[in-house]
């Protein structure tokens, strides 16, 4: 009796059977790569995080943690420097505003070159019977 088992390919399995057979070969090829390039960003975040634990940089996260605590411990004070009144520009609203007329002039550029694409109807009457005679 045969076994019905199917084994998964790796990445690397997938992209070379893929480089292989040409019927199957686009869409192997696309699966192994994209695999592969999640194995490798997965693994490269694994590292970045082993190396943030054992760095400084998670010692000085801890002192700004301690530094944060203090300054809820002084709250009063620290709510008084922050009501002075302060001058904001707002970029994200500039940003959007420049956004949404790019997007508007795109869609009305994009209109005009579809009109003057489209033929103009014939004047002339057309040279077939539009009914057909039984």
């Known amino acids: 009796m045969s076994s019905k088992t199917r084994v998964r390919l790796t990445p690397s ?3 070379g059977r893929g480089l292989k057979y040409s019927t199957v ?5 696309t699966r192994g790569a994209v ?9 490269s975040a694994s590292w970045v ?3 943030y634990r054992s760095s400084k940089v998670a010692h000085q996260v801890q002192d700004q943690i301690a530094a944060a605590q203090e300054a ?4 009063p004070e620290t709510l008084e420097e922050l009501r002075a009144p302060k001058r904001r520009h707002r970029p994200r609203l500039i940003a959007l505003t420049v956004g949404l007329a790019v997007l508007a002039g ?3 550029a994009f209109s005009i070159v579809r009109r003057s694409t489209q033929p103009e109807p014939s004047p002339l009457p057309p ?5 057909p005679k039984p």
């Open 127 to 131: 040279s077939v019977e539009v009914t």
């Open 25 to 29: 070969g686009p869409v192997d090829v």
């Open 35 to 43: 695999g592969m390039g999640v194995n490798s960003v997965r693994s």
């Open 106 to 108: 795109g869609a009305v």
């Open 49 to 51: 995080g082993q190396k």
């Open 72 to 75: 809820i411990v002084n709250l």
């Open 13 to 15: 399995q997938r992209f």
